[in-house]
T-cell receptor, first 114, second 113 residues
Framework: AQKITQTQPGMFVQEKEAVTLDCTYD???????LFWYKQPSSGEMIFLIY??????QNATEGRYSLNFQKARKSANLVISASQLGDSAMYFC???????????FGKGTKLTVNP | DTEVTQTPKHLVMGMTNKKSLKCEQH?????MYWYKQKAKKPPELMFV???????INESVPSRFSPECPNSSLLNLHLHALQPEDSALYLC????????????FGAGSRLTVL
């Protein structure tokens, strides 16, 4: 069974600063994928970034980067140069190799202050 | 604009009503998903259709009935729901290859009176 843990219910950051959202996972599958989604108050889940378990380099997508530490089973999301529009819920998710089931963590609510 | 379209955006129904939620995608994705999300909780998987066949049912009560008429459409038929079924229902689709990233719709917010 897969498990995703997000220990920060809420985070605050000043506009233009960087912020790290924590995510740890547990799985016995050697092959798995890790995802981060953003959910604004409107409700839509927006895909941000993906990291495969065999990827050698940390994933980056614009202002988003994933700090993947396989031995520690962590997949933290780093948002650089925060913007007011980054205020939202952020979910870490995982899928085991060959599985169609994407499992979500409890989420972290990020608030960006002007 | 989202590439997965869900209708209606809001639905209010009584416990004896029959209604349906609809989801449509035109990205050529071959897997489609229904998730249920209660307030301040993460999404929880309900059903997965892969190549138009039901591949996962997460022990969902029979008052929720999924249907996949073709590879672009996914319906969720609702009957005899309970107030605790009030939630945001999210549809998603994916290619089923590579990273298999799910693309979500904006959701249908259901209230059961």
């Amino acid at each position: 069974a897969q498990k995703i843990t997000q220990t920060q219910p809420g985070m605050f950051v000043q506009e233009k600063e960087a912020v790290t959202l924590d995510c740890t996972y547990d799985t016995s599958d050697p092959s798995y994928g890790l995802f981060w989604y953003k959910q604004p108050s409107s409700g839509e889940m927006i895909f941000l970034i993906y990291q495969g378990s065999y990827d050698q380099q940390n994933a980056t997508e614009g202002r988003y980067s994933l700090n993947f530490q396989k031995a520690r089973k962590s997949a933290n999301l780093v948002i650089s140069a925060s913007q007011l529009g980054d205020s939202a819920m952020y979910f870490c998710a995982m899928r085991g190799g060959g599985s169609e089931k994407l499992v979500f963590g409890k989420g972290t609510k990020l608030t960006v202050n002007p | 604009d989202t590439e997965v379209t869900q209708t209606p955006k809001h639905l209010v129904m009584g416990m004896t009503n029959k209604k349906s939620l609809k989801c449509e995608q035109h990205m050529g994705h071959r897997a489609m998903y229904w998730y249920k999300q209660k307030a301040k909780k993460p999404p929880e998987l309900m059903f997965v259709y892969s190549y138009e066949k039901l591949s996962i049912n997460e022990s969902v009560p029979s008052r929720f009935s999924p249907e996949c008429p073709n590879s672009s459409l996914l319906n969720l038929h609702l009957h005899a729901l309970q107030p605790e079924d009030s939630a945001l229902y999210l549809c998603a689709s994916s290619h089923r290859d590579g990273a298999n990233v799910l693309t979500f719709g904006a959701g249908s917010r259901l209230t059961v009176l």
